[in-house]
């Protein structure tokens, strides 16, 4: 099993108790700054997949506009649904489109470190 994939496999089950705890601990509403956190985090784990899913098939070469379209597509995918389910309300665009941004950021920066480690 590769890099990629160990870091996915030990990251994703602590992101999920991550947020559940963060939910029953109110950390989102005491902490500015952990729905920021969260969202990079978010980004991180979906480059992980398309990281992991990308290196099944071996004629796709990933690139960085590949991974940028994903995460455009999840990232906005996601705050559609946090609206869909009430959690949105015309005083959180301005949050919306950061968390748009930090998720987006944290599969970016996610996709060049990764890339970078690849080639040494």
Excluded: C
């Amino acid at each position: 099993m590769d890099f990629v994939k160990k870091l996915l496999i030990v990251n994703a089950p602590f992101f999920a108790l991550t947020h559940i705890l963060a939910l029953k601990l109110y950390l989102y509403w005491y902490y500015w700054w952990f729905d920021i956190f969260m969202h990079l985090w978010g980004g991180t784990l979906v480059s992980l997949v398309v990281f992991s899913l990308a290196s099944m098939v071996s004629f796709f070469e990933l690139r960085l506009k590949h991974i940028a379209a994903i995460l455009l597509m999840v990232t906005v995918a996601w705050e559609v649904f946090e609206w869909r389910l009430g959690l949105w309300n015309n005083d959180y665009v301005v949050d919306t489109l950061q968390d748009i941004f930090f998720g987006f950021l944290g599969g970016i920066v996610t996709y060049i470190i990764i890339v970078r480690f690849k080639k040494n």
